[in-house]
């Protein structure tokens, strides 16, 4: 089963602060997601990817497959950004896929 | 769309009660997927079905637990008999196709006394 750890649990900033939070998986994986969710709960799929780099907006997501390694970045952070931020990383065995190994979050607070 | 749609939003029920959580996927997804979410364990994957199909249930706690997908925009996720450590949020999402991009409903909150 892939270990999936994330960095830093919590993490409060200054608006406009630039935000990096870090996700580390234990075995190779095939694809990993970054979610987001809200306050209220409601969870939103922020990026996935496999590798190389994507952004959206103010949003960047790199990985390191070499490494194990995925980041998520937030340029020019708002108070609306504050969220908890899920890594999920997708595994495959040789059956198929071994469904999604979520890490605990990062609990992300923007002051204004 | 309207989204993933959850019912009911919320759940309180006493230990021992069936409890059917119920999802409707975003139309022309082929996969859904079930969750749970607690303080303790974070997010879990439950089941996925593929085209109406269980593909994987290894997440599912126990044999309490049952998911059904009788139809392409509706799903059943029962637990019978409930007990207090069921409290949790469950979550439906959906996506076109497989562990790609996932759409997440609104959860339902269950409280088991």
């Known amino acids: 089963k892939n270990e999936v750890e994330q960095s830093p649990q919590n993490l409060t900033a200054q608006e406009g602060e630039f935000i990096t939070i870090n996700c580390s998986y234990s075995?190779?994986?095939?694809?990993l997601h970054w979610l987001q969710q809200h306050p209220g709960g409601g969870i939103v799929s922020l990026f996935m990817?496999?590798?190389g780099k994507k952004k959206h907006g103010r949003l960047i997501a790199t990985i390191n497959i070499q490494e194990k390694h995925s980041s998520l970045h937030i340029t020019a952070s708002h108070p609306r950004d504050s969220a908890v931020y899920i890594c999920?990383?997708?595994?495959?065995?040789?059956?198929?896929?071994?469904?999604?190994?979520f890490g605990k979050g990062t609990h992300l607070i923007i002051q204004p | 769309d309207a989204g993933v749609i959850q019912s009911p939003r919320h759940e309180v029920t006493e230990m021992g009660q069936e409890v059917t959580l119920r999802c409707k996927p975003i139309s022309g997804h082929n996969s859904l997927f079930w969750y749970r979410q607690t303080m303790m364990r974070g997010l879990e994957l439950l089941i996925y079905f593929n085209n109406n199909v269980p593909i994987d249930d290894s997440g599912m706690p126990e044999d309490r637990f049952s998911a059904k997908m009788p139809n392409a925009s509706f799903s059943t996720l029962k637990i019978q008999p409930s007990e207090p450590r069921d409290s949790a949020v469950y979550f439906c999402?959906?996506?076109?196709?497989?562990?790609?991009?996932?759409?997440f409903g609104p959860g339902t909150r269950l409280t088991v006394t």
């Open positions: 999920a990383v997708l595994s495959y065995s040789g059956g198929g896929a071994d469904g999604l190994t």
């Open positions: 075995v190779g994986i095939s694809a």
């Open positions: 999402a959906s996506s076109l196709e497989g562990f790609g991009e996932q759409y």
């Open positions: 990817l496999s590798s």
